[in-house]
């Protein structure tokens, strides 16, 4: 039984920074394509980050690049996404998922796996 667990949400103020974790059970993230989903209210849930499974090659929604990075420890089986400058628009539940087809895919529907989410809140 596949779970992934997310955590490390919480509020924050504009400029602020959080890491958010997931742990996952019941498969082995090295043979995994991992990837960050948001969904703010009223909107789809849209890409933000992610790792290959092979390569570790990460890729980045353009809204993020330069503020987000994700990592995995494959020791721990832990995927994380290290948040910084943190903007009001950056407000949603932020979901981990896994895939075990090719990598780079930033569509929702591509994903196996789904955790059940962490809540992000950004201040003003």
């Known amino acids: 039984q596949v779970q992934l667990v997310e955590s490390g949400g919480g509020l924050v103020q504009v400029g602020g920074s959080l890491s958010l974790s997931c742990a996952a059970s019941?498969?082995?993230?090295?043979?995994?394509?991992m990837a960050w989903f948001r969904q703010a209210p009223g909107k789809e849930r849209e890409f933000v980050a992610g790792?290959?499974?092979?390569?570790?090659?990460?890729y980045y929604a353009d809204s993020v690049k330069g503020r987000f990075t994700i990592s995995r420890d494959n020791a721990k089986n832990t995927v994380y996404l290290q948040i910084n400058r943190l903007k009001p628009e950056d407000t949603a539940v932020y979901y981990c998922?896994?895939?075990?087809?090719?990598?780079?895919?930033?569509?929702?529907?591509?994903?196996?796996?789904w955790g059940q989410g962490t809540q992000v809140t950004v201040s003003s």
């Open positions: 019941g498969l082995t993230i090295r043979n995994y394509n």
């Open positions: 998922a896994a895939d075990a087809g090719g990598a780079g895919k930033v569509v929702a529907d591509s994903y196996d796996y």
């Open positions: 790792i290959g499974r092979i390569s570790g090659r990460t």
